[in-house]
Structure formats: structure tokens, C-alpha cells
């Protein structure tokens, strides 16, 4: 069974900083991407940033490119969202999503219907 587990969320003033883990477990992830997603209240899930298992090739939102960086760790089966800088708007639950997918295109990358799993999400709060 495959289990995303997010943590790292919090509060924190504009400008500042978090870093956001996702741990996964129960199969091996050739052939996955890892994705962020974030939904605010009232709001519709919105892709963040995507990275492939095998390569690391990364796939950013224009809202966030520049701000966070999104890497990985084969070994240990994590990835890490950093998010400087930040705003806001910002503010939203952070959720942590795995697709199996040979897909390399953004808009596959970005379509929450193309992932098979997710976490239970993480609270990211940025106060003005």
C-alpha cells in the first residue's frame, strides 16, 4: 500500500521560509512523479511543482518558480518542497501526490486526475 506522508507546514511572516517533506513508502518509485498541490479555502486544488523519480526533472508553477525548489532523495524516499520567500497567498493545505506516468509534458504534471496517490496534506500559513 502506498502511503505519502507530508510534514513541515506551519506558520510563518511573509518573507520567511519553510521546508516541506513528503516521505514515501510502499513500492518502489521508478516510473512515478512526485507532485505538490495546494488548496486554499474556496479554492480549487492548484499544482505547485512536480519532479520526476527517475532523472529529477522538475516541472515549476509561474506563481512559484524562483521562490521554491523541489529535490529528492532516491535513498530515502523523500522529497523536499523549500519555499522562500513567501507570500500570502501562499497560504494554503499543501498536499504531496505520487502518478505513475511515462508523461513528461506540464499538463499532464499539473492535472491532479493523473494522480494515484496522496498524502493527507500539511497547513502552510502566511501571515501579512
Known amino acids: 500500500q502506498v502511503q505519502l506522508v507530508e510534514s513541515g507546514g506551519g506558520l510563518v511572516q511573509a518573507g520567511g521560509s519553510l521546508r516541506l517533506s513528503c516521505e514515501a513508502s510502499?513500492?518502489?518509485?521508478?516510473?512515478?512523479?512526485i507532485g505538490w498541490f495546494r488548496q486554499a479555502p474556496g479554492k480549487e486544488r492548484e499544482f505547485v511543482v512536480a519532479i520526476t523519480w527517475s532523472g529529477g526533472r522538475t516541472y515549476y508553477a509561474d506563481s512559484v518558480k524562483g521562490r521554491f525548489t523541489i529535490s529528492r532523495d532516491n535513498a530515502e524516499n523523500t522529497v523536499w518542497l523549500q519555499m522562500n520567500s513567501l507570500k500570502p497567498e501562499d497560504t494554503a493545505v499543501y498536499y504531496c501526490a505520487a502518478a505513475y506516468t511515462f508523461a513528461r509534458s506540464m499538463s499532464v504534471m499539473a492535472t491532479p486526475q493523473n494522480y494515484n496517490y496522496w498524502g493527507q496534506g500539511t497547513q502552510v500559513t502566511v501571515s501579512s
Open positions: 510502499g513500492r518502489t518509485f521508478d516510473n512515478y512523479v
